[in-house]
């Protein structure tokens, strides 16, 4: 291998959603994430989402591979492989609130029987180039063609405030984009936030095509902040204390610290009630 096809690999950034908004909300938490590759905490929320996005992966799977046993059956065992995955790193609570969540779909999709024919893939992988030197990585959690005739990518939720969704489609527009760019005769796409903890509402939104392209620029415009950044500042927010970094991060750990003082403060002022 020459030196020149040794420097263009080198020089190849490999970009996703989560990373350009770990940037964006916190440049040192990028730091420690992606450029120290720091160990990372597991965290009880996130293995509940893990464990719904497995249940509901294979429930879908089996219809899309054919199968024409009774809903119930293929939900119960999609649920134990799940179980068999996480269940022992999840607490009692968790397991009744994922049976509880599982329960939910199970029933509303029997409700819309139909719906399933819909569906055309789950946890679609993805990684393609979108400049000579970014690489762009990610996953779709399900692909279908609504019944207006729409191709429609879906990502669950499992946040319980659904406020901060409403006008963040970065996600959904990137996966719109991976959609447009494999078959060029999409028009428009509609991106759905599928709300887990919430009955599995959706949150949803049609982009057209030229929506659907701005994402390329937007990756680029990441690429060159995080290939110019230097200083790798941290942004405190009370997000601190769900980083899994907060150990070592003198300004995350300063910040909250001072929140609890605060919080302690309202608290014995107020007989141990604390409303936010």
Excluded at 18 to 38: G, I, N, P
Excluded at 69 to 97: I, Q, T
Excluded at 199 to 224: H, T
């Amino acid at each position: 291998m020459s030196v020149e096809q040794t420097e263009n690999i080198i020089k190849k950034l490999k970009l996703s959603v989560s990373k350009v908004k770990t940037f964006s909300q916190c440049k040192k938490k990028y730091y420690y994430t992606y450029e120290m590759k720091l160990p990372r905490k597991t965290w009880a929320f996130h293995t509940l989402g893990k464990f719904v996005h497995l249940v509901l992966e294979e429930f879908h799977k089996s219809f899309l591979n054919g199968t024409d046993e009774p809903l119930h059956v293929v939900m119960g065992r999609a649920y134990r492989v799940a179980m068999k995955e996480f269940g022992k790193s999840m607490s009692e609570d968790s397991k009744k609130e994922a049976f509880a969540m599982i329960d939910a779909y199970l029933q509303k999709i029997t409700n819309e029987k139909h719906t399933l024919k819909d569906v055309i893939a789950v946890e679609k992988n993805f990684s393609f180039p979108i400049t000579d030197h970014i690489i762009l990585n990610g996953m779709i959690d399900k692909i279908q063609i609504d019944h207006d005739g729409i191709l429609n990518v879906g990502d669950y939720k499992t946040t319980r405030d659904k406020k901060y969704l409403l006008n963040d489609w970065l996600q959904l527009q990137t996966y719109a984009y991976v959609l447009a760019t494999e078959d060029s005769s999409i028009k428009q796409i509609r991106g759905s936030y599928i709300l887990v903890r919430h009955g599995f509402e959706r949150i949803e939104k049609v982009f057209n095509i030229d929506e659907i392209m701005q994402i390329k620029d937007q990756f680029e415009s990441y690429a060159k902040d995080i290939e110019d950044e230097q200083l790798w500042e941290a942004t405190p927010t009370r997000l601190c204390g769900y980083c899994d970094h907060l150990a070592i991060c003198k300004e995350g750990s300063e910040f909250m610290n001072k929140i609890n003082r605060n919080t302690n403060t309202f608290s014995d002022t107020n007989h141990g009630e604390v409303k936010w």
